[in-house]
């Protein structure tokens, strides 16, 4: 038997043993090291050469990660490693570190239970690390530290023990303060990294070194020789005293748990259901025996095998031939392979036991999210994305023939890729591809030419704005054409504080299924609980309740009034841009009793002109989405880029000095950022390095507001003049 066969033997016989699995995850800032860290994990693993570690790129398999020489696609992998004397299955994902991506790394933490937060020992905690903290903690996934390039410390910045100690202490409680901030309360404490306990580890992923307490203790090899070996450049004899994966792969297995640990907590917190049910049970025993259950955490398109569904299997066994639910699509399923990763490769099974990564073939219809069981039940929570899309193309076949293939390349870019958008613009019939940034459509516009083959048009990016208000509104009627049917609402400014727990995941988005519940957490944050009850709705970070009393037939129409709402969230009235934090009231109603009167020809323009009505009345004003800025530079440099930010609108945040280096954090709106990397790359000779994330959105400047209303309604094809409250109440 080879090499790779004993290695897929002993991977069946732990997938067996949920006690010895371990799910794990690497997540950085942009790439600092990351992918060179888990390409060295597996040469210690005994599935590429040392020699290829770090230069094979191996879980960076696209052609455009290798070429940009960052992740783009979350890739999985599971490997073997042997601690104490015992085997472990380690399920890896490397997760992309780059902002435009952060969708990957969201879905990534449902699937694993523990992950390496890897932070540049140079740069220390950027924002970009405590956005995947976060990411992390709110997916109840405990965390390790990984402090890397300390060979930098030692060669360039020439630190003596002590300085370097004192670096490590600082990047240790930075991330601790995140920890305290974002963990769950019972676990703020208990899951804060140590030195002294093995929970940190720091080397050098590019050159395949790594420490640890334990280690050392456990060996006798000392700090100092680790400087004397960097110094002399003796990388090779460097790796067999300390080498990284035994580091590392040890800290994973002594502290991440295992699933049976696991989802002992980590299933209350992500599925709604009823724990005492025996499906509950399952979940929370990590049953192999049980029913079936799996969420799907991405989805991608194979030449071979169309769609591959990879997931978490919390229960039970999937086994190819089995027939499945797909709890929200709301249709039946059939599994036809079932298989794991091993990087670009996908080894099939006969089967796949809970508390495993698993690759699946037949459920056409999964989505990212996707609950997949046995039978029907409650779905688990839905994925909550740091980021929203903030820049749009408009996308058109140069052949007219190539239109149908152009609409399903775009169809399945959006399924591998939730978090991008896909919209037809009914005037222009062009299709309009929302993302996270500039990258993030480039990277998906060069796959689809790719895998396509399709000859395209690309406009030049386009800024997604937010429509929103600024006071209450008074009360307004809205009525069905046929005049059948009457509503009457108010809308409302959301509070800060009730649009970030809507983020945060703390009030669920969709229909609320639970409206006590959630009126309480309403209340904690400041809403009367006597109107949070009537919550009915939560829609893109906005809320539609129901405060009438008694009216009837009104049960009838709810469906088509949340229709209605939502369609009016998705184009506000101002220049038919998305809309943010507008609560709409619904206080009284007359419906119709014959349920010909009251069908959605009558009830949507009804709702949704009643709520643009009441937005123009209501202050209505124009957000653009803004990004936070993150500038490496040298010293000299600083008025260059200074100058910089502040042509585009932007504002210095934070500045802080560094030996010779400076770190500007600046935030400047997005719509201004186009071309700022060639722009940077010129004003600093080539010497800044720099990322970004998104930095929510802010209200528009007065005087430019009219000016975009304009430029936004003529690029749609509408009258470019910003609408007045005639315009849109003509009925009142």
Known sequence: ??????????????????????????????DHGKTTLSDNLLAGAGMISEELAGKQLVLDFDEQ?????????????????????????????????????????????????????????????????????????REYVKPVLFINKVDRLIRELKLTPQQMMERFSKIIMDVNRLIQRYAPEEYKKKWMVRVEDGSVAFGSAYYNWALSVPFMQRTGVKFNEIIDLTLKGDNKTLRQKAPLHVVVLDMVVRHLPNPIEAQKYRIPHLWQGDINSDIGQAML?????????????????????????????????????????????????????????????????DAVPAGNIVAVTGLRDAMAGETVAQEPIEPFEALHYVSEPVVTVAIEAKNVKDLPRLIEALRQLAKEDPTLHVKIDEETGQHLLSGMGELHLEVKLHKLKRDWGIDIEVSEPIVVYRESITKPSPMVEGKSPNKHNR???????????????????????GRIKNPKEVAKKLAELGMDYEIARGIVDVYNGNMFLDNTKGIQYLNEVMDLLIDGFHQAMDEGPLAREPVMKVIVRLLDAQVHEDNVHRGPAQIYPAIRTAIH???????????????????????????????????????????????????IIAEAPVAEMFGFAGAIRSATSGRALWSTEHAGFKKVPNELAIQIIRQIRQRKGLNPEPPTEKDVCPMF
């Not at 004993?6 to 016989?13: G, L, Q, T």
């Not at 079932?338 to 490769?345: A, F, L």
Request: proline residues 5%; contains cysteine; neutral net charge.
């Open 1 to 30: 038997m080879g090499r790779r066969e004993e290695m897929i033997a002993k991977i069946k016989e732990l997938m067996l043993q949920p006690e010895r699995i371990r799910n794990i995850g690497i997540a950085a800032h942009i």
């Open 65 to 137: 990660e290798q070429a940009r020489g960052i992740t783009i696609n979350a890739a999985n992998v599971s490997m073997v490693h042997n601690y104490e004397g015992k085997d472990y299955l380690i399920n890896l994902i490397d997760t992309p570190g780059h902002v435009d991506f952060g969708g990957d790394v969201t879905r990534a933490m449902r699937a694993i239970d523990g992950v390496i937060i890897v932070v540049d020992a140079v740069e220390g905690v950027m924002p970009q690390t405590e956005t995947v903290v976060r990411q992390a903690l």
């Open 285 to 349: 025993n990590c049953d192999p025996k049980g029913k079936m259950v799996m969420v799907v955490t991405k989805i991608i398109i194979d030449k071979h095998a169309g769609e591959v569904a990879t997931g978490r299997v919390w229960s039970g066994t999937v086994k190819s031939g089995m027939e499945v639910y797909l709890i929200n699509s709301k249709r039946k399923a059939r599994i036809q392979q079932v298989g794991i990763y091993m990087g670009p490769e996908r080894i099939n099974m």
């Open 487 to 509: 509503f009457y609402i108010v809308v409302e400014p959301m509070p800060d504080e009730i649009y970030n727990a809507i983020k945060e995941g703390i009030i669920p988005e």
């Open 613 to 663: 009505c009441a937005m123009m009345k209501a202050g209505p004003v124009l957000y653009e989405p803004y990004q936070k800025v993150i500038i490496n530079i040298p010293y000299e440099y600083m008025g260059a880029v200074s100058r910089e930010i502040s042509q585009r609108r932007g504002q210095l945040v934070d500045m802080r000095q560094e030996g010779e280096v400076m770190t």
